[in-house]
Each structure stands twice: as C-alpha cells, then as structure tokens.
C-alpha cells in the first residue's frame, strides 16, 4: 500500500508530525543556545528526556495534520461533485 492510497487524515497526520518534529526541535535547540542551556550530550538529552511533554506535543501535531487532511478530503469531494453537476 503505497503513500497515494493511504487515506488523507493519516497522510495529513503524518505530515503534520513531520513539521512538529521539525519546529520544536529548531525552538529547542533556538532556547538551548539563547539561555545558555548546555547543547553537549547530556545537555540535549535533558531538554528530550521528558516524555509526556514529547509525546504531547507530537499527538498534538498529528491531530492537527490529520484534521487538516480531512478538511482537504471534503473540500476536494466537493469540487469532485460540482463538476460532475455541471456536466
């Protein structure tokens, strides 16, 4: 099954995961060197390693995308229609 036949909320999803995972670790890291946080090993690891607030925010990011996909679908199945109207 490839990425064409997944259904949009799941590609909207993922996508909106994509960009979370980019946009919070660019913030992260922008915080890290802004108040001096230490970005060695331990010091990046520190800013990660909270679990609940990683998987929030990535859930968070998910249903976003995926609600997003969904409006898409809608919005398309009704063009979909009215063309087939005017026909």
């Known amino acids: 099954m490839g990425w064409k036949e997944w ?7 993922i996508i909106g995961l994509i960009i979370g995972i980019i946009f919070f670790s660019i913030i992260s890291i922008y915080y890290g060197v802004a108040f001096g946080i ?3 090993l331990g010091g990046y690891l520190k800013m990660f390693l909270d679990i609940e607030f990683i998987m929030t925010r990535y859930l968070v990011s998910f249903i976003i995308g995926a609600i997003i ?9 009704k063009k979909v229609k009215n063309e087939k109207l005017f026909k």
């Open 7 to 13: 259904p949009s909320w799941l590609k909207g999803g």
């Open 38 to 40: 230490s970005l060695t």
């Open 69 to 77: 996909g969904l409006i898409i679908k809608k919005i398309k199945s």
